[in-house]
């Protein structure tokens, strides 16, 4: 028999980096953490699911889901103790597999734009995606569409885990793929909104403006990048600067989603 889909993945570092790179972090337990994830099951029973509604909570430490609703092994296929047992392998596992790059991408942009932002800004902050799951044992592709927020952020400010309202789309989705969004509202009440279809630009930077952009977008700061180029700091501010106007952005989180937008290489 050949090896299943999951044990594929899990041999792919590529496709599990991002996730790993996160729970690598140093996360500071929360008292109150039990009793969210229990007023979460009330919440859930209370409401009474309809069908298509999934909630699930992803827990970045461990890489297990938290929390889900029952309705979600009937929907995949996948039996609850492997969902259970095998958070982010079960996750891919439901996932086509042609989505699975553009999935761990916009994880990436998700982690590092979550850096970039200030105690208030991360209070807005959610992101959306529109993705294809897989039945395991009848192979029929449903779409769908799932809006996201920190449900569980820890005093270093990592998310610990999310929350994941989940719809199935009764009809297909205009989009052919994977598709995502995130926004929050800036420090000055801008409303900040970033697609993956979003008009793509011509990123002219120069060969050092691109390394502090790169340094950038994997969560440094200037005086580390200052440190890892040995270059003055002044100099890491220049660049800064340069990039910022070359780009039309009117602060960094608003360089970063141009960046990452327009997938700089």
């Known amino acids: 028999m050949k090896e299943s889909l999951i044990q594929d993945l899990q041999r792919q570092d590529k496709y599990a980096v991002y996730f790993r790179e996160w729970q690598e972090r140093e996360f500071v337990p929360n008292s109150d953490e039990q009793q969210r994830l229990a007023n979460l099951e009330l919440t859930a029973q209370h409401i009474g699911l309809k069908e298509g509604l999934v909630i699930a909570c992803f827990d970045y430490r ?6 889900y609703t029952d309705n979600v092994e009937e929907i995949t296929g996948y039996p609850a103790s492997f969902l ?7 996750g891919l596992g439901m996932i086509h597999p042609d989505d699975l790059p553009e999935l761990f991408r916009f994880q990436k942009i998700v982690f590092d734009t979550w850096h970039t932002l200030t105690s208030k800004e991360k209070e807005s902050f959610e992101w959306t995606y529109t993705v294809r799951w897989v039945h395991k044992d009848t192979k029929v592709v449903k779409w769908f569409f799932a809006r996201v927020r920190p449900y569980l952020v820890d005093q270093n400010g990592n998310i610990v885990i999310d929350l994941h309202l989940i719809v199935e789309l009764t009809t297909p989705p205009q989009t052919t793929s994977y598709d995502w969004s995130f926004s929050y509202t800036s420090k000055d009440g ?51 600067k340069n990039i910022l106007k070359k780009l039309g952005a009117k602060n960094t989180p608003e360089m970063l989603k141009i960046l990452f937008a327009n997938s700089l290489q």
């Open 62 to 67: 461990e890489l297990k889901l938290a929390f």
């Open 84 to 90: 259970k047992n095998k958070g982010m392998e079960a």
């Open 190 to 240: 801008t409303k900040v909104l970033s697609t993956r279809t979003e008009p793509k630009i011509n990123v002219n930077l120069t060969k050092k403006e691109k390394m502090v952009a790169k340094l950038l977008m994997e969560g440094f700061n200037s005086e580390e990048i200052a440190q890892k180029l040995y270059i003055a700091i002044n100099t890491v501010y220049t660049h800064r």
